[in-house]
């Protein structure tokens, strides 16, 4: 499988950490940067995760902030994206399962790097349910019109 990966300032050890253990365990990993500590916008980035999602580059998007949620709310804007700011197990788990999400989006100032990586893990580990949960998702889409 193939994640696209990127971040701000708010976010560069969790994303490298992040980008470093799915390449270890075998994923195909496109890092869209930052690459060093510097200032940038958050929207710039994930316009290029969600991007390479969006056009099938990639199958799933990881975007790491601050909070996650100024990522959360630039990826959510591009046609075909449903991000999901979580800071917990459940919640990286449920939005695979039943929201169908295409990018995970981290807080890196708050959840530390060990829950980062486990809640990246679960978050490309879990396959959508679909069933009742595809006309859910069908209506977020027709929202999109
Ligand atoms: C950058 O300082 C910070 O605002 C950003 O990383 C993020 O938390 C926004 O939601």
């Given at each position: 499988?193939?994640?696209?990966?990127?971040?701000?300032?708010?976010?560069?050890?969790?994303?490298?950490?992040?980008?470093?253990?799915?390449k270890?365990?075998?994923?195909d990993?496109?890092?869209f940067?930052?690459y060093?500590?510097?200032?940038?916008d958050?929207p710039d980035?994930a316009?290029?995760?969600?991007?390479?999602?969006?056009?099938?580059e990639c199958?799933?998007g990881?975007?790491?902030?601050?909070?996650?949620?100024?990522m959360?709310m630039?990826?959510?804007?591009v046609?075909?994206i449903?991000?999901?700011?979580c800071s917990?197990?459940f919640s990286a788990?449920?939005?695979?399962?039943?929201?169908?999400?295409?990018?995970?989006c981290l807080?890196?100032?708050?959840?530390?790097?060990g829950?980062a990586?486990?809640?990246?893990?679960?978050?490309?580990d879990t396959?959508?349910?679909g069933?009742?949960?595809?006309?859910?998702?069908d209506?977020?889409?027709?929202l999109?019109e």
């Open positions: 499988m193939k994640i696209a990966i990127g971040c701000d300032h708010g976010g560069l050890e969790h994303k490298n950490a992040i980008a470093e253990h799915l270890e365990r075998g994923f990993v496109k890092d940067g930052i060093e500590q510097v200032s940038v958050y980035i316009v290029k995760v969600t991007g390479a999602v969006t056009s099938k199958e799933l990881i975007l790491v902030c601050g909070t996650g949620i100024g959360s630039a990826a959510n804007k046609k075909g449903r991000a999901a700011a917990d197990h788990k449920y939005t695979r399962l039943h929201n169908n999400a295409n990018v995970l807080g890196g100032r708050v959840i530390g790097i829950t990586i486990e809640l990246a893990d679960l978050f490309v396959e959508f349910e069933g009742r949960h595809q006309r859910r998702i209506k977020i889409t027709a999109e």
